[in-house]
């Protein structure tokens, strides 16, 4: 099938894949009078009265923010918000068909971090969490930050911990199929972008502490070649400045992840790893290696983000889910606490008895996922005082 061509004939018969519903009927006089002037006035005091009423008589206990500036969209770089909107819809779909949350896209037309700080965080109000989406690093880093400090909702970026989150629950499957340590394997993460260093930054945070991260430059080390976030994370991964190539740090190890772009890792490179080697080959739509040709090289088990393959990793298995469990109990953050029940969540899944090489991941339509990250997440939000009720 040519998805290229047969989606681009949808979107001109969908004309937007959103639309606007009243959970009202407004058929009568006294209806009207209910649910706007005069009656609506009620409400209104009530919630200047107390501001968290507003979760209980508007719908923004239910809604999330889908924000972009369109200056990372998917694999096609830096195209801008309006060219970006398909997207940003889509993942509103995703959060309405998979976890009944009603998302709003919002594309801005700036890549300025101060105004995109400003703009977002003045329309929290309306929200109860912000999902942020296709900004490109490391502005992605500054922006979440800020934006952390100044809202009182939760602000995820999903390239960044959406993508980690699900890459670490198939990692901890795929580790105990080779029967190997994440304290002690040897991994290598091709790619420092938002992805790369989120992934890292979580790895390290669940024990995880022989990582080697790379970008196009080699080796993150710190270094002019490489931008403020990956000098900062070189410092703790690579605190003796190691250099070299990917051809070089891919040699004994246990782990390949790749977060960067096709045919970048060699038949000669999985060659190289260590006996039961794991790769992750998360590039799109084309990974880093032909999945096949990693296999007949000699890795044990290989994941992609394709849904044509086995073990895809796909965020869809986290933000959903993840955002369920935060609103729910009205959450003022998503912080690593949730991260981390959200992965171990998926990774138990997958029972024991039916691990393997081929199943190491929860797929996209399972029923379980949403309900089990959710419930997980919202008892770790208690659990570390971030939750409302």
Known sequence: MDYQKLSLEKHYAWQGKLEVRSRVKVDSKEMLSLAYTPGVAAPCLEIKRDPDLSYALTRRANTVAVVSDGSAVLGLGNIGPLAGMPVMEGKCVLFKEFADIDAIPIVLNTQDSDELVKIISALSTSFGGINLEDIAAPRCFEIEARLKKIVDIPVFHDDQHGTAIVLVAALKNALKVVKKDILSAKIVINGAGSAGIAISKFLLSIGANNLTVLDRAGIICDSDAFNPSQRELAKIVNPFGVSGTLYDAIKGADVFIGVSTKDVLSFEMVRSM?????????????????????????????ATGRSDLPNQINNVLAFPGIFRGALDVRAKDINEQMKIAAAEALAELIDEKELSEINIIPKAFDPRVVPAVAKAVAKAAKDSGVARI
Do not use: H, T
């Open 274 to 302: 260590a006996q039961g080697a794991i790769v992750f080959a998360m590039a799109n739509p084309d990974p880093e290696i032909d999945p096949a040709l990693a296999v007949k090289a000699g890795a044990r088990i290989v």
